[in-house]
């Protein structure tokens, strides 16, 4: 397919996991893709596989409301607009509430929610203009609880509703925003939870289809949600789960 031609894409988060693969897939189908992140190295990765006419390596910390403006701004100088933006650079700390630190909850509703605020902010004003599109990667762990994962619950949580909030806002201005929902997914972000054979045994357990996520399961959504195969879809948060989210939470039986 090549449903991007002529199209821009912004993926922050992209120098692994779910944004070294949304970005692969945008490629692939024609877009000129900006790849973000705080490692230039790992970017410059990722980019090494993309048609290099097409590509844009950007090094920056979305957190940092001046690296965000400069992002779009580098963006529109390069390509000479946006089309989709995906907010997809987050981190996952865990642990007890009170054990947990200051440190860590600033860190955390830093990058996955002041990221996604500042880059929609700065990208906004482009995708009013080519009638673009924003897809979050917010979680399951967006639209439910998790044991001892409070500060991520919570950070997740504001990403699914900033979807539905400027969904509401900006869909009559021909802005659509949608969101994807995953569950257990191998990344850098996940590396020790997968080699944890214990606990990997506890995740198939509750997933109907027998494995966790690959990036390229995420991506594939991703690039469904911004083409307009899903004009209609707006304000939806998908989860991209195996079905962990048809359980009502009772054991298998």
Known sequence: MARFDGKVVIVTGAGSGI?????????????SVVLVGRTREKL????????????????????????????????VQRFGRIDVLVNNA???????????????????????????????RAVLPELL????????????????????????????????NMTRSLALELGGKGVRVNAVNPALTRSELTEDMVKDEELVAKFLDRFPMGRYGEPEDVADVIAFL????????????LPVDGGLSASNGQPRM
């Open 226 to 237: 911004a083409s307009d195969d899903a004009r209609f879809v707006n304000g939806v948060n």
């Open 90 to 120: 987050g981190i996952a700390p865990s642990g007890p509430f009170l054990e947990a630190s200051v440190e860590d909850w600033r860190s955390v509703m830093a990058t996955d929610v002041d990221g996604v605020f500042f880059c929609t």
């Open 129 to 160: 203009k080519t009638k673009g599109n924003i897809v979050n990667t917010s979680s399951v762990s967006g639209l439910g609880g998790d044991w001892e994962m409070s500060f991520y619950n919570t950070a997740k949580g504001a990403v699914t």
């Open 44 to 75: 410059e990765k990722v980019a090494a596989d993309l048609d290099a006419s097409r590509t844009l390596v950007h090094a920056a910390d979305v957190s940092v409301q001046d690296q965000a403006e400069a992002l779009a701004s580098a963006t």
């Open 19 to 31: 944004g070294a693969a949304t970005a692969r897939r945008f490629s692939r189908e024609g877009a």
